[in-house]
T-cell receptor, first 114, second 115 residues
């Protein structure tokens, strides 16, 4: 497999549930991120990991908890979410190190909180 | 306040004609700009980029123009094809901002190419 792969593609969860989103990249990149895309809004950067270290937390509520066990895998742990958290969650990766390069995106997880 | 603005939410063009998508930015420290294309239910796909040392970059049917003094860039698609129908996102960053780890996106422009 190549590129950036996200699972699951769709997720429906209740407000009391705990679930995790998974992202895997096979591009040899050193930076991985989570973005949130809500309707009619720009992509919002949530978290950045550079060489497995979290370098950005864009004021994200603690009900979202990222984990980066190695440079190829990234998780987003979800608990006690709110209906307004329903959105498309996108994982991306890039070379890292603050370089001006393109980021490659996964296909996203469409999350619905009920 | 939005640092990257795509003021046209939608654009409709005829197959074979030119599509011009526009993007404005406010941060003068941005020195690297990208365009992404997104189909429904998929993630954005990288299309083309341009560094601020250039004013034009071309890749097949896609050309990006950068006007630094006006803080404006545009994506030209010639000739437009129905398969180009998608949402196009402009993004910007800079070496001082943190490069690709700090991409700032516009809201997107939905392009429809009619057969």
């Amino acid at each position: 497999e190549t590129g950036v792969t996200q699972t699951p593609r769709h997720l429906v969860m209740g407000m009391t549930n705990k679930k995790s989103l998974k992202c895997e990249q096979h591009l040899g990149h050193n930076a991985m991120y989570w973005y949130k895309q809500s309707a009619k809004k720009p992509l919002e950067l949530m978290f950045v990991y550079n060489f497995k270290e979290q370098t950005e937390n864009n004021s994200v509520p603690s009900r979202f908890s990222p984990e980066c066990p190695n440079s190829s895998h990234l998780f987003l742990h979800l608990h006690t979410l709110q209906p307004e958290d329903s959105a498309l969650y996108l994982c991306a990766s890039s070379q890292g190190g603050g370089m001006n390069t393109e980021a490659f995106f996964g296909q996203g997880t469409r999350l619905t909180v009920v | 306040d939005q640092q990257v603005k795509q003021n046209s939410p939608s654009l409709s063009v005829q197959e074979g004609r030119i599509s011009i998508l526009n993007c404005d930015y406010t941060n003068s420290m941005f020195d690297y700009f990208l365009w992404y294309k997104k189909y429904p239910a998929e993630g954005p796909t990288f299309l083309i980029s341009i560094s601020s040392i250039k004013d034009k970059n071309e890749d097949g049917r896609f050309t990006v123009f950068l006007n630094k003094s006006a803080k404006h860039l545009s994506l030209h698609i010639v000739p437009s094809q129905p398969g180009d129908s998608a949402v196009y996102f402009c993004a910007a960053t800079g070496s001082a901002q943190g490069g690709s780890e700090k991409l700032v996106f516009g809201k997107g422009t939905k392009l429809t190419v009619n057969p």
